[in-house]
């Protein structure tokens, strides 16, 4: 199954010309997740390689889509992207619910904003909110209830959502299990509450040993698919074969980590959900030498980054978020002081004797995310 | 004074790469006002030349903003430039209250977007509302007063807004008059309630006629300055002198007008208004030959917003809120079905025998509005 990750934006505090407000999108076959959806998201996705042909038929394909944290530079994209979608929604496409995930008060937002434009979708929506604990930002960044509980009714086309709570164990949110992966979140510090998100995809079997089976006589047929399904078989000579002595080891699942706006992570959980990461998105807002003026504002620079991934034992570190004072390295004149190249190295040198690699991202960067080999 | 109108969007349901969502600024010497902010707004207004210098300089000058209706691609921009406006603001800069003004449930979706994300401004901001009569849309248009009325507090940066009702006499909202210009609202029939804008400067006296205050023996000095200002002097001889008698014809003030979205006019008001407008800008959403279809959407097409400057008698007709399949001209291929200009040769057939110019608005086009000749 293949699987990408594609920036859409990849600024900080506001969209500019040069880098749009937060915005990424996870693909694998038949899948597309959008992570955070600051304003002009959706312009970005129409630039984008992702619009396959015509206009927006990418962004009709969007069934979840995951909020870390209320800022608008992270938030303002939402209500517009969906009006979008449901202006280019095909005829022929089933309007299956689009899944929305992100802080209490993400609910209230987006009803207000739907109800007040007068927004009619041509599909159903449901928001889940994680629930913050208290310490994930400063006292003056928690919403007061009042401001977060709406006393409308639903949106015409809003489906009850869920209310989600940390788990004490795990110390994450469980966001949903389904066909091929698992979806948590984690806390994060910051301003206001905001979260971090891990996809896990399942171990797959290994291949089978076809060497090995046809030493034993079978050929390939429903037998095969019995031992791949992990069942035992008895051949007709009555020798009983376990499907761990024809399969190679499984092929471990990948994982696909991307936070949000933080100055550290809050407790255990992100750090065991983020534990061997293929990649791990991270905000670098501003440079090492900024770093007071960063953790001030709730933010991190490349090395603060890099330690998140060395503690992680991540593959692949790719810094996002930047100050708008860092352009894109296309755009980016000899004679500025601010080189985002300058906070790549940062990171590197933090992470000198790992494993681990580091990437920039910029609008509309593709990574493609392969399939492991068995362990 | 220099004035002039620059179009950051003119795309209609949402902002696509090569057409903004709806943006039009009028500036004059010291004033920057905004007539809608669809989507994307603050990214237009850093790519065109308002843009002076330093990024968003323009934007912090911004002190007025004005919301024809509701729908999102007028409207779901105003969070992002108030806080990027904010976060641009110059130390040096007077923190001026921003005065916005709009149809009612402004003023509950502006505080709920703020509130929720968290947002401080550096400067105070008020919401005017206006009041819709109850025949401005159909009735599924109409926002129950649920929905309008926030039980919240206000936004810390908040003050107290007007609420605006229809007058009678005039059948146009007064939104205010000051130093230059008296600015009105009238009614507009589509999907929602809709407004359009009246900018009407004042006239300004004449020049005085220098070659007769010679004649009676004036020189340059303070009196010059008296008769200018309308006053009756008394020369050394004992001559009176009038105004009037030494001033030129007054110049009479310039009128610009700037249609919401609507397939009408509702009442009088508007057409009173608008009359002899040195520009009126109005929606073209789709062509003549789909007229059943725009009207059935609460739009226009180019003779029916040709038949508005016919019964104005205006100077110029500028057209804006294409529909998305209208290609700029300058992206336009000869293969494509949908052209642009053909919009224009439609409104200038139907225009035809009168003295009316048609315009057709591009992103970033900026057309001067000169000083008028005395009467």
Same mark, same amino acid.
């Given at each position: 199954m293949s699987m990408?990750l594609?920036?859409?934006g990849? &600024?900080?505090a506001y969209?500019?010309p040069?880098?749009?407000?937060s915005?990424?999108?996870?693909r !694998?076959?038949?899948? $597309?997740w959008?992570?955070d959806?600051?304003?002009g998201?959706?312009?970005q996705l129409?630039k984008?390689?992702?619009?396959?042909?015509?206009?927006?038929k990418s962004?009709g394909k969007?069934?979840k889509?995951?909020?870390?944290? %209320?800022h608008?530079d992270? %938030?303002?994209?939402?209500p517009?992207?969906l $009006?979008?979608?449901?202006?280019?929604y095909s005829?022929?496409?089933?309007?299956n619910c689009?899944?929305i995930?992100?802080?209490v008060?993400?609910?209230?937002?987006?009803r207000?904003?739907l #109800?007040?434009s007068?927004s009619?979708l041509?599909?159903p929506?449901?928001?889940?909110e994680?629930?913050?604990?208290?310490d994930q930002?400063p006292?003056e &960044?928690l919403?007061s209830?009042?401001v977060t509980q709406s006393s409308e009714s639903?949106? *015409?086309?809003?489906r009850?959502g869920? !209310?989600?709570?940390?788990?004490g =164990?795990?110390?994450c949110?469980l966001?949903f299990?389904e066909k091929h992966?698992?979806?948590?979140?984690f806390?994060?510090?910051?301003?206001?509450?905001?979260?971090?998100f $891990?996809? @896990?995809e399942?171990?797959r079997p290994?291949?089978l040993?076809?060497?090995?089976?046809?030493?034993l &006589?079978?050929t390939?047929?429903p037998l095969?698919?019995q031992l791949?399904?992990?069942?035992?078989i008895?051949?007709?000579n009555?020798?009983v074969?376990?499907?761990?002595?024809?399969?190679?080891?499984?092929? *471990?699942g990948?994982?696909?980590?991307?936070f949000g706006?933080?100055?550290?992570?809050?407790g255990e959980g992100g750090l065991?959900?983020c534990r061997?990461a293929?990649?791990l998105?991270h905000?670098?807002?501003?440079?090492?030498?900024?770093? =007071?003026?960063?953790? #001030?504002?709730?933010?991190? !620079?490349?090395s603060m980054?890099?330690?998140?991934?060395?503690?992680?034992?991540?593959?692949?570190?790719?810094?996002?978020?930047?100050s @708008?004072r860092?352009k *894109?390295?296309s755009l /980016?004149?000899?004679?500025? =002081?601010d080189?985002v190249?300058?906070? /790549?190295?940062?990171?590197?040198?933090?992470?000198? &004797?790992?494993a681990?690699e580091?990437s920039l991202?910029?609008?509309?960067?593709?990574?493609?995310?392969?399939?492991?080999?068995?362990?």
């Open positions: 990408d594609t920036f859409l990849t &600024g900080s969209p500019s040069h880098r749009g407000a915005a990424v999108v996870l !694998t076959e038949g899948e $597309c959008l992570f959806c600051g304003e998201t959706q312009t129409m984008s390689q992702l619009k396959a042909g015509k206009q927006n962004a969007i069934n889509i995951f909020i870390s944290h %209320l608008g992270h %938030l303002f994209g939402l517009g992207l $009006c979008t979608v449901s202006l280019n005829p022929t496409q089933p309007p689009v899944d995930y992100g802080p008060g993400l609910r209230h937002f987006l207000v904003a #109800e007040l007068g009619q041509v599909f929506y449901a928001v889940h994680l629930e913050p604990t208290g930002c006292p &960044g919403l209830p009042t639903l949106h *015409p086309q809003e009850p869920r !209310t989600i709570c940390l788990e =164990e795990s110390d949110y966001l299990e992966f698992t979806v948590k979140a806390r994060l510090f910051h301003r206001i509450p905001s979260f971090g $891990c996809v @896990q399942y171990d290994g291949r040993n076809t060497h090995l089976l046809k030493e &006589g079978l390939p047929g095969y698919g791949k399904n992990g069942e035992t008895t051949l007709e009555g020798q074969v376990k499907p761990s002595e024809v399969l190679e080891p499984a092929i *471990p990948r994982k696909v980590c991307i706006d933080c100055s550290s992570l809050l065991k959900a061997g293929d990649i998105v905000e670098a807002t501003l440079a090492d030498g900024f770093q =007071e003026r960063a953790v #001030e504002h709730g933010h991190s !620079t490349p980054a890099a330690a998140v991934a060395r503690s992680c034992e991540v593959r692949r570190l790719v810094l996002y978020h930047f @708008q860092y *894109p390295v /980016q004149k000899d004679s500025e =002081e080189d190249l300058e906070l /790549q190295r940062q990171a590197e040198d933090a992470l000198k &004797g790992t681990t580091v991202a910029e609008d509309f960067l593709t990574l493609p995310i392969p399939i492991k080999r068995s362990n």
